[in-house]
């Protein structure tokens, strides 16, 4: 008889595609991939740890685990497992695999499957593990180990099997992206591999997951305006006062990110610039916070992601005395807010325009996707367009409350290749 195993992912785009490699590799194992309604015999949860929150929801579900399922095993692996040294008991799970264990528990390790990625419109593909830099708050580093990247030829290779497979918008990810090729002595080695990337046939699109300041380049910048690149670019600032910037071992300053930023804008116009920001690390001030503000309006993100500073095992910033919950939670409220405003700016600015949208989703005649900018819409469309089909519609209305936008389809199918 077979088994079954549902699985579970907490944290980055890393971490999803990990699993989807783990499903592959279970399956490759005699094991049935199954959902949570389905009685799996196993419940295999891939962990985040980076905040003390990501732990908190993994408890909770092994939790609700326990509760409802009562002759399920569970597994709790990845990088909460990693480093915190509790065992199995003391988490409530049967087995805790680290990120090199969960794959050993399937027989195999992360090269034993080609990637294959069904479930999703558009495919993540993480063409670089680890990170080298040791921001001052971040666990990763002690989870992830020292960078490393896969060779240009295998991404290729692997970029290839997938349009083959019909995908057509690939992600790229990593820990840190922009770090690709550093540790094989190529700092210009990702751009090179876009290059290679943007000459494949049948690839309509290529998305970035992330770049970290210090990692945009001149001739990175010089490759953003190709038309197979999203123009959407995801660059964590983090904090808008220099002071804490530099606290945070972060190794570059406001006057660079504006710069790389401006460079950005002069190569594509309307790129969307998508960020990352901590509230109440433990030096913060209030007059460094009002700095970030400032600094967060005069850039004007596109979306702002905010994280309440949290402190981790094995970190500088995890030693030092926190600021009390309410002055975080009043700094992340007033950033959310300003992040709203930015994002309302930003989706006006399109209203009126045309834009092009990969179908993610459907609902009777109600379509849902994606812009090449990232801007979500709703629409309603034809029977036959399905998931991964691009589209052209006309930003039509923004419902603020909702932050949703309405958009009305004018082309129900566009040339790919
Ligand atoms: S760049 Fe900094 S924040 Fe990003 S993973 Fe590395 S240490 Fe963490």
């Not at 194992?29 to 295999?44: A, T």
């Not at 210090?214 to 904090?239: G, R, V, Y």
Request: charge should be positive; proline fraction near 4%; aromatic fraction near 12%.
């Amino acid at each position: 008889m077979s088994r079954k195993v549902a699985f579970y992912t907490f944290g980055c785009k890393v971490n999803q595609y990990e699993t989807e490699k783990l499903k592959y590799l279970a399956i490759k194992e005699g094991w049935d991939v199954v959902s949570f309604n389905d009685e799996p015999d196993l419940f295999f949860i891939n962990s985040c740890a980076v905040t003390h929150v990501a732990e908190r929801k993994a408890r909770r579900l092994i939790n609700y685990i326990k509760k409802h399922y009562k002759n399920a095993k569970i597994a709790l692996a990845g990088c909460y497992p990693e480093k915190i040294k509790l065992s199995p008991e003391e988490l409530k799970v049967d087995f805790l695999l680290d990120n090199k264990q969960k794959w050993e528990f399937f027989g195999g390790n992360e090269d034993s499957v080609f990637l294959i990625s069904e479930d999703r419109a558009r495919a993540i593909l993480k063409i670089q593990d680890g990170c080298n830099q040791f921001c001052s708050y971040c666990i990763v580093p002690y989870l992830r180990g020292r960078e490393r990247s896969k060779s240009l030829d295998y991404v290729i290779k692997e970029v290839k099997e997938l349009v083959a497979r019909g995908h057509k918008e690939i992600v790229l990810t990593g820990i840190r992206l922009g770090a690709y090729g550093h540790d094989l002595g190529d700092k210009n080695a990702l751009v090179k591999l876009l290059t290679k990337i943007f000459e494949i046939e049948g690839l309509y699109k290529v998305r970035l997951s992330s770049l970290e300041p210090m990692d945009i380049t001149e001739e990175l910048i010089s490759i953003a305006s190709h038309p197979k690149l999203c123009k959407h670019w995801h660059i964590p600032l983090q904090s808008g006062s220099d002071e804490i910037l530099k606290k945070m071992n972060r190794k570059y300053d406001t006057k660079y990110f504006s710069y790389i930023v401006d460079k950005l804008r002069e190569r594509v116009p309307n790129i969307a610039i998508a960020t990352d920001i901590i509230v109440g690390y433990p030096e913060e001030t209030d007059e460094h916070f009002e700095e970030t503000l400032e600094f967060a309006k005069k850039i004007k993100f596109m979306k702002i992601h905010v994280f309440p500073f949290s402190p981790r095992p094995f970190t500088p910033a995890g030693k030092l005395a926190p600021l009390s919950p309410k002055i975080i939670e009043e700094r992340k409220r007033k950033l959310l807010n300003l992040s709203n405003l930015l994002w309302e700016e930003y989706v006006s600015s399109f209203l009126g325009k045309e834009l092009e949208v990969m179908v993610e989703e459907k609902e009777n005649d109600v379509f849902r996707g994606t812009t090449d900018n990232y801007i979500k819409v709703e629409f309603k469309g034809p029977f036959y367009l399905k998931e991964g089909d691009y589209v052209k519609v006309i930003l039509e209305d923004i419902d603020k409350e909702k932050s949703k936008v309405y958009a009305k389809l004018v082309k129900d199918e566009l040339k790919i290749g």
